[in-house]
Structures are given as C-alpha cells and as structure tokens.
C-alpha cells in the first residue's frame, strides 16, 4: 500500500435490495488531506460515506484503512476501528435533551474510562475549539443552526479522531456561517492532522476546501472522476462533470 493512502475503495459497490446505486468504485483518499465527494442529488455521495463509516455494507468490494479491510475485520477489530473516526452528520444530529456538554462528553462516556472531571475539560477544550466556549449548558434548541453544527464537530472530535467525516456540512447554513465552517474544518485539518472526508455538492465549499475530489454520477450509477476539483475544472472534457463544476445542480 502506498503509505500516502489513508483509506482505500476497492471495486465498491452499493444497492438497496435490488436497486444498484453505484457499481465498481475505486479510489483513494491521501493521508492528511481533505477529500470531497460530490455530485449531484440521488449520486449516492451519503451512501458511499455511510459505507465508509461502517453503517451500511456494500453489495461487492471493501474499504480499506491504512491496508486494512473494515469489512473483513472481526467485530471487536471493527469497533477499535470506529473509535478512529469522528462524524458530523447533516442535521448536526446532537440529542436535544442534552446540554451541548452532555452531548460532547457522550463518546467519552462510551469508549473511555476517564473521570468525570478528565472529561469536563476535554468537552471544554472541545467546544473552545469550534468557537462555543461558554455554551457548555446550552441546549441545541437555544443556538443557531450554524452553532449546532460546530457543537456536532466538537462532540466528531471529542477522542482525538484520525479521521473525520462531514455529512453535508454546509446545508442549510448562510454564505457566511457556510464560509466560517469550511475554514474551521480546514484550520482543525491542520492542527489535528486528520484526514478529513466531506460530501458536498456546494461548489464554493468544494472549491475551498478540498484537496481531492470523488465525482459520482446517478444516470451512469459510476464514479466518473478524481482528481482536485479545480484542476478537474480545467482539463476535463467530461461535459457533465464540467456542468456540475460550473454551474451546481441543475
């Protein structure tokens, strides 16, 4: 394996029953860098990510990390795996019973045996992180939609991830709370060193942050290209592709 490669797609592909939603997919993603699946809606970008994260299996093919098969794994393997990734969902997906520490602290509750005090500062260097410092008893109802989604990547980065996963991280956010987002996801890429993995289909936030893109197409059910977005944009002569890069979902 080339040491560069994080997490490897080998011959992936994905269905719901008898509906195929994407076949024979083959890429990699590079070790520290931010690569965006994109694509326009019904390409399967959520699927593929569920099936990265271990939430769906595929029909045919695997994922690898660092040379390592997630679905060949045994169960406790698969589960020391997961606690290496960290995951923002679209809605933010924070419990809204909890205050924004409660929910932060839940994987610590879960995968460590720290105290409770280890913990409470842990969840107040995590949110301090995203930009809630002083939030810590708010609950999601009391913030923005903006806020929700930076408590969701505090509580993604609460065990110190290798990896991090966005769920349209954008959607649903104004230009400049969508802006603001992009550049902490790029700024925590830096600091943490993750290697971080985003579906999109929002081109100023494609553009922004991604090192490396995965293009799916629905009609041909394939991935029709790699490569960084702006050089695929340049030397393309894949017409939907260049469509999709110059003008978005149609």
């Known amino acids: 394996m080339n040491t560069e490669t994080k997490i490897e797609i ?3 592909t994905m269905a719901y029953g008898s509906y ?3 076949r024979d997919i083959n890429a990699a993603v590079k070790r520290g860098s931010v690569s965006v699946i994109m694509g326009n809606s019904g390409s399967g970008k959520s699927t593929l990510l569920r099936h990265m994260i271990g939430l769906q299996r595929p029909t045919n093919g695997d994922v690898l990390y ?3 098969s997630f679905w060949g794994m045994d169960d406790q393997a698969r589960r020391v795996q997961l606690q290496k990734y960290g995951v923002l969902f679209q ?3 924070l419990w809204s019973s909890m205050t924004l520490a409660e929910n932060v602290a839940l994987p610590l509750v879960e995968y460590t045996d720290w105290s409770a005090t280890d913990r409470e500062d842990i969840v107040h260097l995590k949110l301090a992180l995203v930009g809630l410092s002083g939030f810590e008893d708010y609950y999601p109802a009391e913030i923005s939609g903006g806020m929700r ?3 969701g990547l505090a509580r993604a980065m609460a065990l110190d ?4 996963f966005f769920d349209e991280p954008s ?3 104004d230009p400049i709370t969508s802006r603001n987002l992009d550049q902490l996801i790029l700024e925590l890429r830096d600091s943490l060193g993750a290697t971080v993995v985003v579906v999109s289909h929002e081109l100023a936030s494609i553009f922004m942050i991604a090192d490396d893109s995965i293009f799916l197409d629905a ?4 991935m029709r290209a790699q490569g960084h977005p702006k050089a695929l944009l340049k030397h393309s002569t894949d017409a939907k592709l260049r469509r999709f890069l110059t003008r978005g979902e149609s």
């Open 219 to 222: 009609d041909t059910k394939t």
């Open 161 to 164: 991830p290798e990896i991090l």
């Open 149 to 151: 989604k930076r408590a």
């Open 10 to 12: 080998q011959n992936l």
């Open 20 to 22: 195929l939603v994407m």
């Open 171 to 173: 959607a649903g956010l």
């Open 66 to 68: 660092d040379g390592k």
């Open 91 to 93: 809605s933010g997906a």
